[in-house]
T-cell receptor, first 116, second 110 residues
Framework: GAGVSQSPSNKVTEKGKDVELRCDPI?????LYWYRQRLGQGLEFLIY????????KSGLPSDRFSAERTGESVSTLTIQRTQQEDSAVYLC??????????????FGDGTRLSIL | QKEVEQDPGPLSVPEGAIVSLNCTYS??????FMWYRQYSRKGPELLMY????GNKEDGRFTAQVDKSSKYISLFIRDSQPSDSATYLC??????????FGGGTRVLVKP
């Protein structure tokens, strides 16, 4: 597809379970980003990938959160032992290049995560 | 205090009016300034992307950046009901991550 693709679009799970969220960036985009958007709020940065390395993980809220990326393609964000405060929309973005470049970031439609 | 402040609204205007949105920020390292539009249950869509102070126009949209005042604006002329959405300002320093305002909800009434 032409845009950033995220799956699943919705996920409901019980507190304490692990979840995996997937992001397919725009083809050719080497930089990939994860953000979190709580209800009625702006986006919070979580992690940035350049290729398959993550030079900036400063936004990950706890060690329950981790992410990986294979090559310059798919990324997965994993949340272990989910808590109710993890309920949010998780958004993925990609850009042609990252770091100090001026390339704009393009977003997917997100995964809406609800923890019961 | 948040790095980027944005009035949450809602901002209600009649169709055809000019919509005026703004954000203030505190970090003088921000160099790149963006406006995104977000419809309900959708991801943010990039509207405008500017670097440095000044104006940029694209169709009905005009973005203004005043670095000396740490203030950015977005104007939407001839507003349409389809412009009803949440508008997010975002900023970037030399690094990689975007810092967002909280978003302003806009409602354009027919």
């Amino acid at each position: 597809g032409a845009g950033v693709s995220q799956s699943p679009s919705n996920k409901v799970t019980e507190k304490g379970k692990d979840v995996e969220l997937r992001c397919d960036p725009i083809s050719g985009h080497t930089a990939l980003y994860w953000y979190r958007q709580r209800l009625g709020q702006g986006l919070e940065f979580l992690i940035y990938f350049q290729g398959n390395s993550a030079p900036d993980k400063s936004g990950l809220p706890s060690d329950r959160f981790s992410a990986e990326r294979t090559g310059e393609s798919v990324s997965t964000l994993t949340i272990q032992r989910t808590q109710q405060e993890d309920s949010a929309v998780y958004l993925c973005a990609s850009s042609l290049m990252g770091d100090s470049s001026a390339q704009p970031q393009h977003f997917g439609d997100g995964t809406r995560l609800s923890i019961l | 205090q948040k790095e980027v402040e944005q009035d949450p609204g809602p901002l209600s205007v009649p169709e055809g009016a000019i919509v005026s949105l703004n954000c203030t920020y505190s970090n003088s390292a921000f160099q790149y300034f963006m406006w995104y539009r977000q419809y309900s249950r959708k991801g943010p869509e990039l509207l405008m992307y500017t670097y440095s102070s000044g104006n940029k126009e694209d169709g009905r949209f005009t973005a203004q950046v005043d670095k000396s005042s740490k203030y950015i604006s977005l104007f939407i002329r001839d507003s349409q009901p389809s412009d009803s959405a949440t508008y997010l300002c975002a900023m970037k320093a030399a690094g990689n991550k975007l810092t967002f305002g909280g978003g302003t909800r806009v409602l354009v009434k027919p």
